[in-house]
C-alpha cells in the first residue's frame, strides 16, 4: 500500500474542511510510453485499495486487469478505513480522532480526491475506469465531472441517482447504528453490536430470497431455535465487525445516498449528456438493491454506450461471485480495437 498525503485543505461539497487529506492506495503494472493503459479500479462500499484481495479473478495474469499490458490503480475512499483520512484519522485541529464530527462526504467528494491522486500520479488518461455498487458510482460521477480523462466506463450493478429503496436500506443500517448506545461515545470500540446488525440488514439486499432458501435451508421439520440463516447473519455481521469500524460505515452509506449525478446540472438526463467516455453498463439480473434497469437508465442516455446482463442467483453479491462472467462480458470492451456502439 501506498500513500499520497495533499498537504492542502480539502473543501468538501458542503462546505466543510479537511485540513489535509490522506489517500491510501495500490498499483499494479507500470506506465507504458505514452501513459495510455491505465485501468482505474473504483471500489464499493467496505472494500479497500488492494483489489487483488477483494475482486479475485479480475488482477492478475491473463486476468481482464493484467499487470503485464496495464497500469491499475485503487484507491481507498476517503472515509474509510484501510488507509484513507476518515472518522478515526487525528483531526489535527483538536489531536484527537474525528468519530462523529468527519464531514459528511458526497460521490464528487470522493471524485474531487481521485483526482488529486490522478494528478499526483501524472496520468493523463484513463483507458477505462471501472467500478461496482458505490464504486460504479464514483466511476459514471467521474466521467461527468472530468469528461477528458475517461475513455472507457465499465459501470456494474449501480446507478446514476440513489433510489429510495436503497436509501431505506441504508437508512435502516444507519437506525441499527444509532440504537446501539456505545455509538455515541467517543472510543475506537464503541458501536460494534449496532455494526453487527446494520451489516445483517445489508446483506438481505446484496442477496435475495431464492439464495437464502436455498443455501440456509434447515434439515428436519423439529428446529424450535439455532436456525441456519439466523447464525449467518449473525456471522456475516461479526466478520465486518473485525475488519471495519461503524464511524466509516455511517458516513459512507450517507454518502452512497446523496449519489444524483443530476444535482445542480438539471438532471440526470442532462448529466449523462456530458458522460464523452464510452459506456458499457453490466447488470445483475436478480439484483434487487440496485436492478437491471437501473443500468438500463444510465446506457439509455449516454451517446456511446451498451447494456449487458449477467445471469446470477447471488444478487447484488453477483459482481464478486461471478468473476468470469464480468470477464467474458467486458473483455472485448477494454480492449484497444474501435467498437461500433449504440448512438442513443
Not at 493523463?124 to 477528458?148: C, D, N, R, W
Not at 446507478?159 to 446501539?180: C, G, H, I, K, T
Not at 438539471?266 to 449523462?272: C, I, M, Q, S, T
Request: net charge neutral; with cysteine; hydrophobic share 35%.
Amino acid at each position: 500500500m501506498k500513500k499520497f498525503i495533499y498537504k492542502k485543505p480539502f473543501i468538501t461539497e458542503s462546505g466543510e474542511e479537511i485540513p489535509s487529506l490522506e489517500i491510501a492506495y495500490h498499483t499494479w503494472g507500470s506506465l507504458n510510453e505514452s501513459r495510455s493503459n491505465v485501468i482505474w479500479v473504483c471500489h464499493a462500499l467496505t472494500a479497500n485499495s488492494d483489489v487483488a484481495s477483494w475482486w479475485p479473478g479480475m488482477v492478475g495474469s491473463d486476468c481482464l486487469f493484467d499487470p503485464a499490458s496495464h497500469f491499475i490503480v485503487c484507491a481507498n475512499i476517503p472515509g474509510s478505513c484501510y488507509g484513507s483520512t476518515g472518522p478515526l484519522s487525528i483531526n489535527p485541529q483538536s489531536g484527537e480522532p474525528w468519530y462523529h464530527s468527519f464531514p459528511i462526504l458526497t460521490i464528487r467528494d470522493v471524485v474531487n480526491a481521485l483526482e488529486l491522486l490522478r494528478l499526483h500520479l501524472g496520468i493523463t488518461t484513463i483507458k477505462a475506469m471501472t467500478g461496482a455498487s458505490v464504486g460504479g458510482q464514483q466511476a459514471l460521477e467521474y466521467a461527468i465531472m472530468f469528461p477528458s480523462i475517461v475513455r472507457k466506463v465499465i459501470f456494474i450493478a449501480s446507478n446514476a441517482r440513489q433510489s429510495p429503496w436503497a436509501v431505506a436500506f441504508n437508512e435502516s443500517q444507519r437506525l441499527a447504528l444509532e440504537a446501539d448506545p456505545s455509538f455515541r461515545i467517543r472510543n475506537p470500540h464503541g458501536g460494534r453490536e449496532g455494526l453487527k446488525a446494520a451489516r445483517a440488514v445489508a446483506l438481505l439486499s446484496y442477496r435475495n430470497q431464492s439464495i437464502y432458501n436455498n443455501s440456509q435451508r434447515d434439515c428436519g421439520d423439529s428446529i424450535l431455535h439455532g436456525f441456519r440463516a439466523a447464525s449467518y447473519q449473525a456471522y456475516q455481521g461479526e466478520k465486518l465487525v473485525q475488519r471495519f469500524n461503524p464511524w466509516s460505515y455511517y458516513r459512507l452509506t450517507q454518502m452512497a445516498d446523496s449519489h444524483n449525478v443530476g444535482r445542480g446540472r438539471g438532471g440526470v438526463k442532462e448529466a449523462l449528456k456530458k458522460v464523452k467516455a464510452e459506456v458499457l453498463g453490466i447488470g445483475i439480473s436478480s439484483d434487487i438493491l440496485y436492478p437491471p434497469d437501473d443500468i438500463r437508465r444510465v446506457t439509455d442516455r449516454v451517446a456511446k454506450s451498451e447494456y449487458c446482463e449477467i445471469d446470477s442467483h447471488y444478487g447484488h453479491d453477483g459482481f464478486l461471485t461471478e468473476p468470469e462472467k464480468i470477464t467474458a462480458a467486458a473483455r472485448e470492451f477494454i480492449s484497444d480495437r474501435e467498437l461500433v456502439l449504440e448512438q442513443h
